[in-house]
């Protein structure tokens, strides 16, 4: 928290301190116009040396403000992102099987980093420019009507033409983005998938088939890029259009008020080149600003619509919480007989087709049994819901007399010995390998093993 405030602060300081050189600009103007010939040496060497100390000022207040910005802010995105990271990884292992069934694993790794991109992109230095053009639009405004309504009332005539430019860029970056990152997750999974079944696909010699497929996700990326270029380069040359035609509107009616010495309403004197010069900058200044919180703001909206998707899966119960902890009964208890009672079983992407119906079967303690039937017969099914990767949909599981449900599941998984079809050695020593997810393992044991 206390970083943030420091961030919050750097970013006003950095925000505020931009209009104060377009009223010392004017203010020089004004002092330094015609009547110069009229001021003394001595005067004007102290009015020099006074605007030189404000300048200073301004400009250690404009570097602490951005230093401080750009540091906490960067550090507030760091930890968040960070923590978020680390959560996500342990909210995506909690999830039972059955959930990774329904998400494409392949997918998921390019997705997941793809959405911490983003969420870092919107938490961190963003923000904080954010807050920066906000507020420094609200003091270019305050100073621009302190220093004449008129005139700023005139040139805000030109604001709505500013904000849709800047809603024309923003509008084509955001639909932009979205595009790239959908089609970017969808090649990335791609590739992950064919180097993880490389074999599979140099047995068939299918690299052309694949290479087409990436090639086409990557295509749609680039045609969206086009596209998205194209209308936020006709937003920022419309913007730069109307600064442009508010330079022309402040001096022309700048000019007006000038020759037929208007008086200033807000300090009774006549208009000088430096109101018009204040003001001018002022108004342009916070229209601009306004314009370049638009895609800070949309990065933080991004952002939070991204956050959403991770607080919606960390907020999701899994069906098989390994996290829960109930009955551990001592090893002496477990005999060994397993003992299937009238299960019902589908997989939850096709709740429609049983693999089991009514399934009864004992496996005796000691007893080798084999399990023979056609493919998608549901042997390894058998195997699934013995280590509770799945819930039967039906009917109950028994470990001598205790339903595999009301025993702890590390507890469980730990006294089970298993080697599927399709072994998956992670990148480290055999001996690494065996230990995995064991504790208190001997050297002995894994000899044996």
Same mark, same amino acid.
């Given at each position: 928290m206390f970083l943030i405030i420091l961030a919050v602060q750097g970013s #006003? $300081?950095?925000?505020?301190?931009?209009?104060? $050189?377009? #009223?010392?600009?004017g203010k020089a103007i004004n002092n330094f116009g015609p009547n110069i010939v009229e001021l003394g040496e001595q005067e004007l060497t102290s009015q020099i040396r006074?605007?030189?100390? $404000?300048? @200073?000022?301004?400009?250690?207040?404009?570097?602490?403000?951005?230093?401080?910005?750009?540091?906490?802010?960067?550090?507030?995105?760091?930890? @968040?992102?960070?923590?978020?990271s680390e959560e996500y990884l342990k909210?995506?292992?909690?999830?039972?099987?059955?959930?990774?069934d329904s998400n494409n694993v392949f997918e998921l790794p390019t997705k997941v980093?793809?959405?911490?991109?983003? $969420?870092? &992109?919107? *938490?961190? &230095? %963003?923000?904080?420019?954010?807050?920066?053009?906000?507020?420094?639009?609200?003091?270019?405004? @305050?100073?621009g009507y302190i220093t004449s309504w008129q005139l700023s009332l005139v040139l805000t005539a030109m604001l709505p033409l500013l904000l849709i430019g800047g809603w024309c860029m923003a509008k084509a970056m955001q639909q932009g983005g979205a595009v790239n990152r959908e089609t970017y997750e969808k090649a990335g999974g791609i590739a992950e998938e064919v180097i993880y079944q490389i074999r599979t696909v140099a047995s068939f010699v299918n690299f052309d088939y694949e290479k087409d497929k990436y090639r086409s996700y990557i295509q749609q990326s680039m045609e969206a890029g086009i596209k998205s270029g194209f209308k936020a380069g006709f937003g920022i040359g419309f913007i730069i259009f109307v600064v442009y035609c508010s330079y022309s509107l402040a001096v022309g009616y700048g000019s007006y008020l000038i020759y037929n010495q208007e008086v200033n309403e807000n300090n009774g004197q006549i208009f000088g080149s430096g109101d018009v010069i204040t003001v001018l900058f002022s108004i342009i200044f916070g229209c601009l600003s306004l314009g370049q919180a638009t895609p800070y703001v949309r990065a933080m909206y991004e952002a939070m619509l991204t956050a959403s998707e991770f607080f919606t899966l960390l907020e999701r119960k899994p069906q098989i919480d390994i996290s829960n902890s109930s009955i551990k009964p001592s090893k002496d208890e477990i005999k060994g007989d397993i003992f299937f009672k009238n299960v019902n079983f589908a997989?939850?992407?096709?709740?429609? %087709? &049983?693999? @089991?119906?009514?399934?009864?079967?004992?496996?005796?303690?000691? %007893? %080798?049994?084999?399990?023979?039937?056609?493919?998608?017969?549901?042997k390894s099914t058998i195997l699934y819901l013995i280590q509770r990767f799945y819930e039967p949909n039906a009917g109950?599981?028994? *470990?001598?007399?205790y339903d595999i449900k009301s025993l702890d599941l590390k507890y469980w998984r730990s006294m089970i010995g298993y080697v599927p079809q399709e072994p998956v050695l992670f990148n480290t020593s055999i001996e690494n390998n065996i230990i995995f997810g064991r504790e208190n393992i001997t050297q002995d044991e894994i000899k044996i093993v």
């Open positions: #006003l $300081i950095a925000g505020t301190s931009m209009p104060f $050189i377009a #009223l010392l600009l006074e605007l030189a100390i $404000i300048y @200073l000022l301004v400009g250690i207040g404009i570097f602490l403000g951005s230093f401080m910005m750009v540091l906490f802010w960067t550090m507030v995105g760091k930890r @968040l992102i960070l923590k978020i909210v995506i292992m909690r999830q039972e099987p059955g959930w990774f980093q793809s959405q911490l991109k983003i $969420i870092e &992109n919107g *938490i961190g &230095n %963003k923000v904080g420019q954010a807050i920066m053009a906000i507020s420094q639009f609200a003091a270019s405004f @305050l100073v997989y939850p992407t096709k709740i429609e %087709k &049983n693999i @089991l119906r009514a399934f009864n079967i004992r496996f005796e303690q000691g %007893k %080798k049994t084999a399990i023979v039937g056609s493919s998608g017969s549901g109950s599981i028994y *470990i001598d007399n």
